[in-house]
């Protein structure tokens, strides 16, 4: 399920936000995104699994307060909030303008919310086992389209190879690495896990298996479209997968692309949902997460339609430095706080068993 | 709807473009409608194919004002091969890029070439054993440059790398389009005994050479050859040298390899491009002696040697003629400039920078060429009349 979720980014528009001033070192910011993203998955799984029967809700306020404690679920919530409506603006706008442009964009949304809520409504089971079927999937698309892309490709894309030296590669991967905060759902599903305690290892195993991904994928596309026009691009992946033309016989992969980001979106916004309704039902103390859903969904589909006039705004601000602290200060900064609460809780118990 | 399988764009004073598409007419099968329709003499062909044209201030609004003409909706997903007439091309293509860009519909995969001609009339003929004309045309393409390579690489996607990339320029296909029928000309050939005689429409040879986005020239086949010896984007091509015995010998060759070093020395940069051939005898054209040598001994290792040293001669004269000439224009096709940009970018920032096609038309390139005549068909030596 992580691999998938943190797939679609990649899927979506990473190279584009990576390759800004990275441009054809874009591989090597999605090497430093992987090894970033491995450092996320520490910082809040390595904590959840401290506090196996609780979810990042509970064990918040029991680390730092109630109330301050809550004012952290808050953010916690406002930026799942942001994350799942962003992602199901994007696939709706990929959706119109390569597809059907004539179509409504509520009605997209209106449809990814719909069966997000039904998934999410009839359990965290049913969006495994959905994710057990579709996950196989998405790999046999990408495994399947990611090597037929390489059949456009021109290595002189990629030279010269670190030219400019680090601090472009560095400063491009602010916004991959904001977007590593789609983590925080593991605060609130590693309770539900069977095995809660060896959660980390398989997250850290697939967090890193994405970062592969995505780094193949950065290398194709900078390969296949060269640095400039996969950076204009606005969806760089599926359009790089366009140009694939083997001996006149295959061509249009990138629906393989489109079907994968699909199966990902519905996974990943389904898991978002369900951590938003189980979240805010802890902080509510709600026996139930299900009444919260149509509610909670009604929100996720006014703020995938208000928030952002249009893609390149959507862009733009993802792009911008806002996003980046934005993330940092809501989740980041929390869990660092969360961390020092349990570091100084386990020495004061430490310090009294000696005693 | 209706899908377009050739799209020509053209530009007219005062910078309107015209678009013209070529479309593959499905019921010429079932000799219902007379579109494309050439009567004369009461007998009336349905052409499998229909040209129709729009103008607008924008390749896009040019396109879409087709459809003010045209009985169906346009579909452009599987627009083959693009067209570019001359007077475009050394105007500027930049609008047609970016149409090509931002339609979803578009591909970059699209052939594209520059029309040396009457477009309209090369999208109005026949092909004579092609029933729609536009697949006939990407066909050509992809089968000059595999058989010949005498012409560069075609894709749009290829040249828009290319024209991102600094130091190297693109070139394009070039088209010549050999017939320009007066209204009813081709159907009277076809009336006056009967049967049709089908005469080639055009002829793929060589290519144009662009500035970033505004052509400078053309390259002959020649030409464009060399330029494809030193990208190592030559899979077959035929060459005819004379042979030490006599006679003209036809050699096929294929590219054993290519490789660019280069020194940088202070401000002076030289190139050596070293080639690798392949050649295998084709043909021998000699006048038979009776009883005399054989037009072709591939024992003879002396004469073998000779006919690959002067092979390897006609190859560096077609690549130096072919430098000479882009020096002349000022257009990089080679990629010598792209070359110190990937592999010395230092020098390039500090020294070369903005400053390439000084650098370019004073470059020293040393060109190496060896010819491996490995091959003399399914005979060795000619035969000898007695």
């Known amino acids: ?355 | 709807m209706t899908y377009p399988s050739v799209l020509a764009f053209d530009i007219e004073d005062p910078g309107e473009f015209t678009v013209i598409a070529q479309f593959p007419n499905p019921t010429a099968a079932t000799s219902q409608g007379s579109v494309g329709t050439l009567a004369s003499g009461g007998t009336a062909v349905t052409l499998p194919f229909w040209a129709n044209s729009g103008r607008g201030a924008s390749p896009f609004a040019a396109v879409k004002n087709i459809e003010l003409t045209t009985s169906r909706q346009l579909s452009l997903s599987h627009v083959d091969v693009v067209l570019i007439s001359e007077k475009l091309a050394r105007a500027g293509i930049g609008p047609v890029l970016e149409f090509f860009l931002r339609h979803p519909e578009l591909r970059l995969i699209s052939e594209v070439a520059v029309v040396q001609g009457d477009m309209r009339a090369l999208l109005e003929s026949e092909f004579p054993l092609e029933p729609n004309p536009g697949l006939g045309l990407l066909g050509m393409l992809e089968y000059v440059r595999n058989q010949q390579s005498q012409i560069p690489r075609g894709q749009l996607l290829d040249k828009l790398r290319i024209i991102s990339f600094p130091g190297i320029d693109p070139a394009f296909i070039r088209v010549i389009v050999l017939q320009t029928p007066e209204a009813g000309q081709q159907a009277e050939q076809r009336s006056t005994d009967g049967t049709p005689i089908p005469k080639p429409a055009l002829k793929v040879h060589g290519s144009a050479v662009f500035d970033d986005d505004k052509m400078v020239g053309w390259f002959d086949a020649a030409e464009s050859l060399g330029v494809n010896w030193v990208l190592g984007h030559v899979s077959r091509a035929v060459l005819t040298v004379e042979s030490p015995q006599g006679g003209l010998v036809s050699l096929e060759l294929k590219q054993g390899g290519c490789g660019i070093r280069y020194t940088v020395s202070g401000n002076s940069i030289t190139m050596t491009a070293t080639i690798e051939v392949l050649a295998r005898v084709q043909d021998v054209v000699k006048e038979s002696v009776p009883g005399g040598h054989p037009a072709f001994d591939p024992e003879d290792t002396a004469v073998i040697q000779s006919i690959a040293d002067r092979a390897a001669e006609a190859i560096r004269n077609d690549i130096e003629h072919a430098i000479a000439k882009a020096k002349q224009l000022g257009v990089d096709v080679f990629g010598f400039g792209n070359t110190i940009y990937r592999k010395e970018p230092q020098v390039w920032n500090e020294i070369v920078k903005g400053r390439w096609d000084e650098f370019f038309k004073a470059l020293d390139v040393n060109i190496e060429v060896e010819v491996n005549l490995r091959r003399t068909g399914l005979t060795a030596r000619s035969i000898i009349p007695r």
Not at chain 1, 69 to 88: K, N, Q, R
Not at chain 1, 253 to 278: K, M, N
């Open chain 1, 1 to 355: 399920m992580l691999f998938i979720t943190r797939s679609s980014i990649s899927i979506a528009t990473l190279p584009a936000l990576t390759m800004g001033s990275a441009a054809q070192d874009a591989w090597a910011a999605s090497l430093v995104i992987a090894l970033g993203s491995v450092l996320i998955v520490l910082l809040i799984a390595g904590l959840g699994i401290r506090f196996e029967d609780k979810s990042v809700v509970r064990f918040s306020q029991e680390l730092l307060g109630k109330p301050f404690g809550m004012a952290i679920t808050i953010g916690f919530l406002i930026v799942l909030l942001h994350f799942v409506g962003a992602e199901a603006r994007l696939y709706a706008e990929l959706i119109i303008g390569s597809f059907v442009p004539d179509t409504p964009i509520p009605f997209i949304v209106g449809s990814m919310v719909i069966l997000a809520a039904i998934a999410c409504y009839l359990g965290v089971e049913t969006i495994g086992r959905t994710s057990d079927v579709l996950v196989p999937l998405f790999t046999l698309a990408i495994l399947i389209a990611l090597p037929m892309g390489f059949s456009a490709f021109d290595s002189r894309s990629l030279e010269p190879v670190l030219a400019r030296g680090l601090k472009p590669v560095l400063s491009s991967t602010a916004t991959s690495l904001a977007l590593g905060g789609k983590y925080l759902s593991l605060g609130v599903l590693i309770p539900q896990a069977t095995k809660p305690t060896r959660i980390l290892l398989p997250a850290v195993a697939t967090t890193l298996l994405a970062g592969i991904t995505q780094t193949l994928i950065a290398v194709m596309v900078v390969g296949v479209l060269g640095p400039d026009l996969g950076n204009s691009s606005v969806f760089p992946f599926l359009s790089a997968l366009r140009a694939v033309n083997i001996i006149r016989l295959i061509q249009r992969v990138e629906a393989l692309g489109t079907i994968a980001w699909g199966f990902a979106i519905l996974v990943d916004t389904s898991v978002l949902l369900y951590v938003l309704c189980r979240a805010t039902s802890e902080l509510m103390d709600l026996q139930d997460y299900r009444p919260l859903v149509g509610p909670i969904a009604t929100v996720w589909f006014v703020y995938s339609m208000q928030s952002y006039d249009n893609l390149l705004s959507l862009l733009h601000f993802h792009e911008s430095p806002a996003f980046a602290v934005f993330v940092t200060v809501t989740v980041f900064v929390p869990y660092a706080l969360l961390w020092i609460a349990y570091g100084i809780r386990t020495l004061k118990v430490f310090e009294k068993r000696r005693r």
